[in-house]
T-cell receptor, first 118, second 109 residues
Framework: GAVVSQHPSRVICKSGTSVKIECRSLDFQATTMFWYRQFPKQSLMLMAT?????????EQGVEKDKFLINHASLTLSTLTVTSAHPEDSSFYIC??????????????FGQGTRLTVV | DAKTTQPPSMDCAEGRAANLPCNHS???????VYWYRQIHSQGPQYIIHGLKNNETNEMASLIITEDRKSSTLILPHATLRDTAVYYC??????????FGSGTKLNVKP
């Protein structure tokens, strides 16, 4: 399957600072990327959908000013958690979809980023 | 919102077939059923997907009922490394994946 890489895999930051997470599709062009958040012992919760070159669409209840998403190219999307607080500590996962080889619906997931805000 | 319901957990003996059921009674005619699994603290791994026909690949088989209201994922010879949470997902018309609570499969020696 296709490879989606997230960076960093783990990050610890101080409360009030911002953290950027990168999501790259390494061997295909991702027309759409998705960002999820997962709290311990819970399922993945879809936060937002980003299409290359356009603004992200956020799921209900997700603050767009707090979780800034940029999808400037077909291989890179970034999620910035602004003014992070301890309650933002979570496992953040991206997925990428698109590319003629794999069809336009299948999605591949990154390995996730563990964010801890202290 | 997730359109699927799955049992919270299942046990399977190593070497035996694991059959994981999923109900998706509100599925629309052009919506695909996808299966992913997540091993602890990793991103979900794609397993298989289908629309109406049964599908098989090197990892698993997917059996979809004729009315498409339910499906079963079959791991033919489960190993300890197949212990994971398995998610059955109906992809919506905007290509989004909404995860339900999944089934925790415990493969035991």
């Amino acid at each position: 399957g296709a490879v989606v890489s997230q960076h960093p895999s783990r990050v610890i930051c101080k409360s009030g600072t911002s953290v950027k997470i990168e999501c790259r599709s390494l061997d295909f062009q991702a027309t759409t990327m998705f960002w999820y958040r997962q709290f311990p012992k819970q399922s993945l919760m879809l936060m937002a959908t980003s299409n290359e070159g356009s603004k992200a669409t956020y799921e209900q209840g997700v603050e767009k000013d707090k979780f800034l998403i940029n999808h400037a190219s077909l291989t890179l999307s970034t999620l910035t958690v602004t003014s992070a607080h301890p309650e933002d500590s979570s496992f953040y996962i991206c997925s990428a979809s698109g590319g003629a080889i794999y069809g336009n619906t299948e999605a591949f997931f990154g390995q996730g980023t563990r964010l801890t805000v202290v | 919102d997730a359109k699927t319901t799955q049992p919270p957990s299942m046990d399977c003996a190593e070497g035996r077939a694991a059959n994981l059921p999923c109900n998706h009674s509100t599925i629309s005619g052009n919506e695909y059923v996808y299966w992913y699994r997540q091993i602890h603290s990793q991103g979900p791994q794609y397993i298989i997907h289908g629309l109406k026909n049964n599908e098989t690949n090197e990892m698993a088989s997917l059996i979809i009922t004729e009315d498409r209201k339910s499906s079963t994922l079959i791991l033919p010879h489960a190993t300890l490394r197949d212990t994971a949470v398995y998610y059955c997902i109906v992809q919506d018309n905007f290509n989004k994946f909404y995860f339900g609570s999944g089934t925790k499969l415990n493969v035991k020696p």
